[in-house]
């Protein structure tokens, strides 16, 4: 129950596409779902976070959608570009620690 | 820079030894949060310590064990290391308990255990 499933594992996109990243989780006690970007050889940095009372949240090229009755949420990346290529890392918070997703490796080519 | 400093960035170390990582917060946090990133778990939380006390505990083994300092400071300490205990070891800190925003994650310590 105090997993987040995360999908794809991988993806590739063309330069200016969208990808989408998908999670789903089963606990409804998670209270706040953010989304870490992480380069190789860095930590994970906070990118982007919705709280289940929201549907969806946008900041900058990223946007976050999210769906309380399906427990699902997305993050969508709107004219990827090559410098957005990194591992992308869902989460959801209970009880004060993060529960994080696999983690999607993305590629945007050029 | 994040603001949260971890060092040492690489270990090298044999099987059976016994290592120290050490996390410093940002400046104003009262938390720190120990993960360890595996290329097949992901990142998995080790413990949490929020202002010197233990907060929570999440799948840290018995070998290891961390604290937190009065200056905030912590370290995580493993013991007779394995091979299996190879890993990036994450240390991030949040102003509260966690109730309310994100983590601020550090560099990490890459552990390699021969």
């Known amino acids: 129950q105090q997993q987040v499933k995360q999908s794809p594992q991988s993806l590739i996109v063309q330069k200016g596409g969208i990808p989408i990243i998908n999670c789903a989780y089963e606990?409804?006690?998670?209270?706040?779902f953010p989304w870490y970007q992480q380069f190789p050889g860095k930590g994970p940095a906070l990118l982007i976070a919705i709280r289940p009372d929201v549907s969806e949240k946008k900041e900058g090229r990223f946007t976050i959608s999210f769906n309380k009755s399906a427990k699902q949420f997305s993050l969508h990346i709107m004219d990827s570009q090559p410098g957005d290529s990194a591992t992308y890392f869902c989460a959801a918070r209970s009880m004060s620690k993060l529960v994080f997703g696999a983690g999607t490796i993305l590629r945007v080519k050029s | 820079d994040s603001g949260v400093t971890q060092t040492p960035k690489h270990l090298i170390t044999a099987t059976g030894q016994r290592v120290t990582l050490r996390c410093s917060p940002r400046?104003?946090?009262?938390?720190v949060y120990w993960y360890q990133q595996s290329l097949d778990q992901g990142l998995q939380f080790l413990i949490q310590?929020?202002?010197?006390?233990?907060?929570a505990k999440g799948n840290i083994l018995e070998r290891f064990s961390a604290q937190q300092f009065p200056d905030l400071h912590s370290e995580l300490n493993l013991s007779s290391l394995e091979l299996g205990d190879s890993a990036l070891y994450f240390c991030?800190?949040?102003?509260?308990?966690?109730?309310?925003?994100?983590?601020?994650f550090g560099s990490g310590t890459r552990l390699t255990v021969v």
């Open positions: 310590y929020y202002n010197g006390e233990e907060r």
């Open positions: 400046s104003g946090d009262l938390s």
């Open positions: 991030a800190s949040s102003g509260q308990t966690g109730a309310v925003g994100g983590y601020t």
């Open positions: 606990n409804t006690a998670f209270d706040y």
